[in-house]
């Protein structure tokens, strides 16, 4: 089944604590990218990835990083955790230009950061 | 950064009526996707429906239909047939190409569908 996986799928940590967030896709896809999505805001781009080894800042890319050195996995860390990440986070991965335009997304990831 | 507005934070409509979401947007593009997400409770984001700016026809997907209006910028979801599995929050995005894929959503719409 053609998906996006995320792990894990709810988490509590606290303020400072490192953690990394996994997501991983089976469709072959090139392009890959981090949403957060907070009450009344919408979602909102952290950071994205156009190919392995290719990332960039999304609009909210403040305490996070991402790494893309497999096509199929784009995990999100955050180095130390404050309370204001607390989220509902979401991957996401589309073909790249050459496919439809429908980004797929993951199932989320619950992160609460006390 | 392309700005999306949905001016209806909660909706709310009978089974098997009619309703019509509102979205307005606004780039200096010319050439650009808008999307419709559904997030049901369980939070999955599910694609809708499409539409692609050059294209003038609406968009349809069964029961899912939009009126595109490029020159006033603005692109409604109208449900038919209201289900109660339609009950959501509706995200409204925009995306431009060659900016790096990013969709910019719009704060979103509680739709509830009522018995």
């Known amino acids: 089944e053609a998906q996006v996986t995320q792990n894990p799928r709810y988490l509590i940590t606290v303020t400072g604590k490192k953690l990394t967030v996994t997501c991983s896709q089976n469709?072959?896809?090139?392009?890959m990218s981090w949403y957060r999505q907070d009450p009344g805001l919408g979602l909102r781009q952290i950071y994205y990835?156009?190919?392995?080894?290719?990332?960039d800042k999304g609009d909210v890319p403040e305490g996070y990083k991402v790494s893309r050195k497999e096509k199929r996995n784009f995990p999100l860390i955050l180095e130390s955790p404050s309370p204001n990440q607390t989220s509902l986070y979401f991957c996401?991965?589309?073909?790249?230009?050459?496919?439809?335009?429908?980004?797929?997304f993951g199932p989320g990831t619950r992160l609460t950061v006390t | 950064a392309q700005t999306v507005t949905q001016s209806q934070p909660e909706m709310s409509v009978q089974e098997a009526e009619t309703v019509t979401l509102s979205c307005t947007y606004d780039?200096?593009?010319?050439?650009?996707?808008l999307f419709w997400y559904k997030q049901p409770p369980s939070r999955q984001m599910i694609l809708v429906i499409r539409?692609?700016?050059?294209?003038?026809q609406n968009a349809t997907e069964n029961r899912f239909s939009v009126n595109f209006q490029k020159a006033a910028k603005s692109f409604s979801l109208k449900i038919s047939d209201s289900q109660l599995g339609d009950t959501a929050m509706y995200f409204c995005?925009?995306?431009?190409?060659?900016?790096?894929?990013?969709?910019?959503f719009g704060k979103g719409t509680s739709l509830l569908v009522t018995p």
């Open positions: 996401a991965s589309r073909p790249g230009l050459a496919g439809t335009r429908e980004q797929y």
């Open positions: 469709m072959n896809h090139e392009y």
């Open positions: 990835s156009m190919n392995v080894e290719v990332t």
């Open positions: 780039t200096s593009e010319s050439n650009y996707y």
């Open positions: 539409q692609e700016a050059y294209k003038q």
């Open positions: 995005a925009f995306m431009k190409p060659n900016s790096g894929y990013a969709l910019n």
